[in-house]
């Protein structure tokens, strides 16, 4: 009896044992249950949140491009080439005020200067005028002379005053000029010349070589008034007295009376009296300076850099290069007609 009663007792007991366990399961089981549906939730609220953040994310890139094109668009409509808001200029500053004027001012020296620049019965022309045609041309508009400047140095400071584009009037280019311009590559290069009075540099010679007594120049020597050579005298011939003249040909005339010993300019002018003036031949006596050069150049305001890029561009594009003879053998004819005309 004993012994069936312990084992009653025992299997009572494991039944309330499993029926805790059995009830501990239920509720773990409802605990994953319910982790699980949160877990399913939370995933399932995040994707969508993912989704309409991707969704919004699209919208606002498409507004975005939408704002963006009508910007173009704004942007587009304020080009040079509308008539409303600032127009930004299609061409250089220096370039862009020429083209809205429609023409090309020159600086032109008041007195003729064959054969680079002449008025012929109301008309100019002339190597200078050529050029400055040629550029006006190439820029699409016309081309206006101004002529009142009366030396080459005031021709200078009508381009550095920028009452001119620019000037082409026979300018040499120097240092000194070169402070205040800017000037164009050459577009001719001549040696410097003496024109002398045979009967004065015998005078002065007195046995010496002519190489020595030009090197030691002394007595008068003509130079025109307000031009480079008054500076290049200077520095050539230290000993020599300067004497200024308004004109070239008042400078030979003097020469041709004696009144001064040498005329010193560039070797086309010196070689344009022998060519002119065959009367005067035996009075007078030519020499080239090996040693020196002349360089002609267009001369342009200090702040036109794109205006002298296209002169310098239109230079080297030149087949011809000109020379002194090239250029007195162009215009002899020039001269011949003046020869006839004279009385």
Same mark, same amino acid.
């Given at each position: ?12 007991? /494991? ?10 399961? !239920? ?151 070169? !402070? ?17 009075? &045979?009967?004065?540099?015998? /005078? ?44 070239? /040909? ?88 003046? &020869?006839?005309?004279?009385?």
């Amino acid at each position: 009896m004993c012994q069936k009663t312990t084992i009653h007792n025992v299997s009572a007991a /494991e039944k309330k044992v499993e029926t805790k366990r059995a009830r501990a399961d !239920q509720w773990i089981g409802v605990q994953l249950l319910g982790l699980a549906l949160t877990l399913f939730l939370v995933i399932t609220l995040g994707c969508s949140d993912g989704a309409q953040a991707a969704a919004k994310g699209a919208a606002v890139g498409a507004a975005t491009a939408t704002a963006s094109t009508a910007s173009a668009g704004s942007t587009l409509s304020r080009s040079p080439s509308s008539s409303s808001g600032s127009a930004v200029p299609a061409m250089p500053p220096d370039v862009q005020r020429v083209l809205d004027k429609g023409k090309l001012t020159v600086a032109v020296l008041g007195q003729d200067n064959a054969p680079f620049f002449m008025d012929e019965a109301g008309q100019m022309s002339g190597l200078d005028i050529q050029l400055a045609r040629t550029l006006a041309d190439q820029l699409g508009v016309s081309l206006e002379i101004t002529r009142t400047a009366q030396t080459f140095d005031q021709v200078v400071d009508m381009v550095y005053g920028q009452k001119a584009d620019l000037a082409i009037s026979k300018i040499s280019r120097t240092l000194k000029r070169a !402070q205040r311009v800017r000037f164009s590559r050459p577009y001719l290069r001549m040696r410097q010349g003496l024109l002398v009075n &045979r009967l004065q540099m015998a /005078e002065q010679t007195q046995g010496r070589s002519m190489v020595a007594t030009i090197r030691d120049l002394q007595g008068q020597v003509g130079v025109i008034k307000g031009s480079s050579y008054v500076g290049f005298l200077k520095q050539k011939f230290p000993q020599a007295s300067i004497v200024e003249y308004p004109t070239w /040909e008042d400078i030979v005339e003097a020469v041709v009376q004696g009144d001064i010993l040498a005329a010193y300019r560039d070797e086309l002018e010196i070689k344009k009296v022998v060519r002119t003036r065959p009367d005067v031949a035996l009075q007078l006596q030519t020499i080239a300076l090996t040693d020196t050069q002349d360089s002609l150049a267009v001369v342009l305001p200090w702040s036109s850099s794109h205006l002298l890029a296209f002169v310098d561009q239109y230079l080297d594009t030149l087949t011809a290069q000109y020379t002194v003879d090239a250029v007195l053998d162009e215009y002899a004819d020039y001269w011949v007609t003046q &020869r006839l005309q004279q009385p």
